[in-house]
């Protein structure tokens, strides 16, 4: 048991599941010399050898694609997008090839591969180094889509998406890198072998971060502090106990617990940083409306990015949602 | 006709001003007569194809006839352990690694699932890739695998000329030469993409040329040559196991067909030209080879044509006799884990309709991404509101 | 006045935009020498000439960054995407660069260009010739995205999509592209120079396509002639009376029209083809919600695609919304 | 030492083993001293930026101490209408085509709108580029306009040795040689890409060797020479503008500095080979070249060394003077026609709420997509639920 950071958990998972399983293999910009620009890989090139952390070539596509072939030969590969809009050039490869591989092979070849995305604002980064990019995953099939926002589950998730046999898009919020320590154990959450049950647990649920009845707050990422900040102050100051779901899957989405809770609640809240226009929030949005409208009291509502390129950072706070936005869309929602 | 560019590495002449070089060594009249059965099935296979769409008992269809040497001949001087990676342009490649002709036909039939689509490890063979140039990154992500589990396993990659153009073609070129790993490069330069010509491709005379930019020995050879692309092939793959990077080849030939089944060339190049190039096609060269080597006489070459033509029949019948895939087929392996409840719920969906009735292929009128855009659907022309 | 299809119409708002303003050029795969793959723009080589109309090599991200190239010199280039699913490799042209490039520059040199794309199924094409990728542009901030369904509109919405300043990705459905004809006037729907007004409007605005105070069907594209033929099933059977809604506008949407006409018929249906997460049926189900809830009888229902890949073509129709389907949830909504 | 491989294209010498070479035909001295000028500003401004980084008065910050050849050279070597396209790298270059030094300090800022974006059109200079690569197709489009427009003006887009391995790079490369486009390819190559080597980037030795692939012409040049960098892209522009086509230049030299305020080279490079470098960084070696010549002397150099302080202070004094953006910049000229309805009701959600305190820079732990994770806000270490 040791206290580990979001960035300490995600580089025990790698260090486990390279350990148990000798297909996983680390690529991409500056991840094995340096361990990363986040150091999210530090140590990896010592322990396990430069044949399998590799420093690529600066190229996308050829990283994306090249572990798509790995991956079709039958190794692990997990690679390292070095931010967020950097993720473009290898979109084709990521959405017409990993995202179809197994369906076009009879599942027989699906493209095993994990793409970790630092994502999100809030760090005071330069221009284009804070976008969110999720929804755009998301919509495309094919693709599992994960955000996990505690070191613990950042572990636990990272293995799975590892060991897991469909293409993973592991979104990681940097803004949590490093925001707090959490109790990890060196346990394995699961025996790699088997136990899929686990695995597809850990893959496809949402967590429940607080338990409330008055106001169901659905997040994930980054907002997912700042929910449970409003969360707080809606106890204090109103004495509305809200329920916080972390996501941590954004496709698939757990519907149960999204819709269970908004009709537990009668009242729920849809909060993410990336643009609102067909977000995630449009869909757990409707998700509820369309199976639970009749125990709503009022319509759910949304507070998110606004639909605008991220700003230079100086004017992040305006961008970002904060508590302040958060509790007024509360508010919306709670005197509707 | 002379065959093109004498300076082209060539081993079959023309029997008359160009004269035949040696067989190269490694290939005994046994291996002559199973490559010529080769082309010769990939030959009938197109034929037969192109008669199926023209019936409507296929969809659109890209035809390769011409290009048999290339895909034959670079394939038979693989070992059976290589990875292979055709475009749409190698659709049938796998039927030569056992994937059966009726699968291939049923993939243009517009049938997915345990039909149209087959297991890759089963064949070395990867997926038919459609856009273009995007399956080189992973021809080198296979070799950088078996690199890595010290496999001496090879893999190739077939694509056109206008696949350099793309960025992926870059990518794939630049990774395989740092990392020194062991694949092939097979350009299959006909010279056009669909209606776009070479010279409005790039600015170089060749393609091998284009090695230089990654420190990759770079081959030209006569893409209507069986043995020479066999020879370049074998080369480039000897040196891959045995450590020393990649190979760019360039086969140098003539889109002698149209684009795809819809396509009309005439729309955009002069037809005479082509007539040209036709009397350099493979199959006709290599028989003549054969025949002038006294490896292969017309009774062989009559039932080596005959046993081509009766896979194919087979291969029909066995596609005519499957069924349209059932609806799940939609849902089956999008993921290797299951279906999540998404899929549930659409395969409820579907149930609660009727099923419409099965798509056909729109016939003689359907066409690929090639030019014209007769795939449309003819409908009653309606006023609109 | 003649009778032209999609094709045709999209083809004449080509050629005027060209001969009434000489920095209009038209580069892509195929488009020069053959007028491309569908003859859209046939003829234009002819009459423009090759330094106007353009054959490229083979290359998205250099043909779109080129455009853009072209876009800050002052042209007005119009790129052709040749089938939906070969946009990917110039994804990160369009994300990252044409939809910023006015905010980058204080809105002095926006992007202006236009990418068609046509796209969508029910064409019987091979595989990867029938994506719908619309909402991953949609989402996307600083882009507009457009999709016409008539031949009129497909004439007045290119000429108003070139002529204005920001980047237009322009959806083309295929299986509409001759599925009929409809008047067109020679005439210019509004003065090139200027008249902002109605250029705005065509690229903002969605159209009525059909009046009833029953049920709203909102829809774009593809689905429209569908959602069309499901309402007079409606109204001859069960007497009920539909508003059909064609977006023509994904983004941004025409919020007005959307909960005006769900506030007034009590009920909605969104259809679409593309797949249903993170989709535009999300954002308009999310919007009507937020702002109509009360004024609902039912909640508002989704009728689109699945959350797969796109079908190899002898299952595409078990996989396009059919009428059918249209119908039964319809019937979900109506019956609620 | 002397200045490395002696083949590079050098006009300065080290006033020893390494003789200077005549002053390239079309500098007259005016010319040499302004060109120093140049050089003298851009060093002035870096050092500043760093400082104010180090201050937490700017943001991350991405220098180029050493590069100022590469960049005040080559733009010397433009026409007032041609058209450049920075990178990050060289962020400050507009200030020598009349950016204000104050926008360029205040984007580094973290300001956006109009204080830390400027009109290209009224400079000629692109946004600097942050994606790796990305801009290269846009300095081809513009060449291939101005060529459209018949109005002999071109374009020069600068990029790094790890550019090369991108697609777009390809790309661009393809799309100026077979449209024969005006265009130049400056490419830095400083041996770094962040902490990835040349030699995992690329197998071959040199950049230039890759135009071949291209049939275009590439040249090689001493990079930390501003004559030598001034006379190959004079050479090329006016290539270009002749219609002869684009050149790629690779302008051969050391990243002598990290690859950002945060980065720290000391995790992946030997820093003593770095000092090898040092002594050939461009300014101090311009300076000593022409006062060898007796163009410049010291009093001289003074001048225009406070003359830059001079400028620079007073940048940050503007600099400092800029209020953060109010609100509205999130909204502002994303569309250049207007504000949609959804920035309507995003403006008044903003107004809605008290306004967060403005954002400041991180200070001397903030890092840029350099290496070290420092720019992570420090944040109260808290037990998570
Ligand atoms: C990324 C991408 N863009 C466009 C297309 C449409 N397309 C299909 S074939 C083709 C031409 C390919 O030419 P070439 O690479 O020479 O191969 P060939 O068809 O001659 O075998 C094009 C543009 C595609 N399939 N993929
Ligand atoms: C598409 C993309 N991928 C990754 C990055 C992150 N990144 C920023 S600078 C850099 C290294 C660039 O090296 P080089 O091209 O040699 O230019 P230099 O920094 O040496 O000037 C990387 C990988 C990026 N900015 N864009
Ligand atoms: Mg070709
Ligand atoms: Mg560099």
Redesign the pocket.
């Known amino acids: 048991m040791s206290e580990l950071t979001m960035v300490e958990g995600l580089n025990l998972g790698l260090r486990q599941a390279m350990a148990e399983d000798d297909r996983v293999v680390v690529l991409g910009?500056?991840v094995a010399q340096t361990g990363g620009v986040f150091r999210v890989t530090a140590g990896l090139l010592t322990q396990f050898g430069e044949e399998r952390v590799v420093d690529t070539p600066?190229a996308?596509a050829g990283i994306v694609g090249a572990a798509i072939g790995m991956a079709v030969y039958g190794l692990l590969p997990v690679v390292e997008i070095?931010?967020d809009v950097?993720v473009y050039?290898g979109f084709e490869q990521i959405v017409v090839h990993a995202a179809r591989y197994a369906w076009r092979t009879k599942g027989e070849v699906p493209a095993s591969i994990v793409v970790r995305i630092p994502f999100g604002g809030g760090v005071r980064a330069p221009e284009l180094h804070s976008d969110s990019p999720e929804a755009l995953f998301a919509h495309v099939p094919g693709l599992k889509v994960v955000c996990p926002t505690t070191p613990r589950d950042a572990r636990d998730m990272m293995l799975a998406a590892i060991l897991d046999p469909d293409p993973v898009i592991f979104m990681e919020p940097k803004r949590i890198y490093r925001a707090g320590r959490q109790e990890v154990s060196e346990e394995l959450p699961f025996s790699l072998g088997n136990s899929h049950k686990e695995r597809e647990r850990l893959l496809s649920t949402a967590r429940v971060a607080r338990k409330g009845n008055d106001l169901a707050m659905i997040t994930y990422g980054p907002t997912v502090p700042l929910c449970l900040q409003a969360a707080e102050r809606l106890a204090e100051e109103r004495s509305i106990e809200s329920t916080v779901i972390d996501l941590r899957s954004l496709y698939p989405l757990d519907v149960d617990a999204i819709v269970e809770s908004a009709s537990r609640c009668g009242r729920a809240l849809v909060v993410h940083e990336a643009p609102r226009m067909s977000g995630i929030g449009a869909e757990v949005s409707s998700l509820i409306h369309e199976r639970a409208m009749l125990k709503l009291e009022a319509p759910v509502m949304r507070v998110t990015g606004f639909d605008v390129p991220f700003p230079q950072f100086a004017n992040e706070d305006d961008y970002l949602p904060s508590v302040d936005r958060i509790l007024l869309g509360a508010r919306k929602v709670l005197d509707f | 006709m002379a065959a093109p560019e004498p300076s082209l590495l060539r081993v079959i002449g023309d029997g008359a001003e160009v004269p035949d070089a040696p067989v190269p060594d490694g290939l005994g009249d046994k291996d002559l007569i199973e490559l010529f059965r080769w082309s010769v099935l990939l030959r009938t296979f197109d034929l037969r194809a192109v008669a199926l769409q023209r019936q409507g008992r296929i969809g659109t269809y890209a035809l390769y006839w011409g290009e048999e040497a290339t895909q034959a001949g670079a394939l038979y001087a693989c070992e059976d352990a290589d990875w292979v990676f055709p475009s749409y342009r190698q659709n049938a490649i796998g039927i030569l690694r056992g994937v059966p002709a009726a699968t291939v036909l049923s993939w243009w039939r517009g049938y997915g699932g345990d039909h149209g689509f087959y297991n890759p490890r089963e064949h070395r063979v990867a997926p038919i890739c459609v856009p273009i140039a995007t399956h080189l990154p992973h021809a080198v992500g296979v070799a950088w695998a078996t690199k890595i589990r010290r496999d001496r396993i090879a893999s190739l990659s077939w694509f056109g000329d206008g696949a350099t153009s793309e960025g992926d073609f870059h990518e794939a070129m630049n990774f395989a030469s740092v990392l020194k790993v062991p694949t092939v490069f097979f350009c299959v330069n006909n010279q056009w993409a669909i209606s776009t010509p070479l010279h409005k491709q790039m600015a170089t005379k060749t393609i091998s040329e284009k090695a230089a930019a990654y420190a990759m020995p770079g081959v030209r050879v006569d893409g209507f040559d069986p043995l020479a692309c066999w020879k370049v092939t074998k080369d480039a793959l000897d040196r891959a196991r045995a450590g020393e990077g990649p190979t760019l080849i360039e086969a140098f030939c003539y889109r002698i067909m149209a684009h795809g089944t819809a396509d009309d060339p005439r729309l955009y190049r002069d037809e005479s030209v082509t007539e040209k190039w036709k009397v350099l096609e493979p199959v006709g060269r290599m028989s003549a080879f054969l025949h002038r080597l006294g490896v292969l006489d017309d009774t062989k070459e009559a039932e080596i044509r005959d046993e081509a033509k009766t896979v194919m029949a087979q291969a029909v019948s066995d596609m005519e006799s499957i069924e349209q895939p059932d609806q799940d087929v939609l849902f089956d392996h999008v993921y290797a884990s299951g279906y999540p409840w998404t899929f549930t719920e659409g395969a409820a969906e579907l149930r609660a309709v009727e099923r419409p009735p099965a798509a056909k292929p729109l016939g003689p009128q359907s066409t690929s991404s090639g030019t014209g855009d007769h795939d449309l659907p003819p409908r009653p022309v309606q006023e609109m509101t």
């Open positions: 910009e500056d600066l996308e070095q931010f950097f050039p």
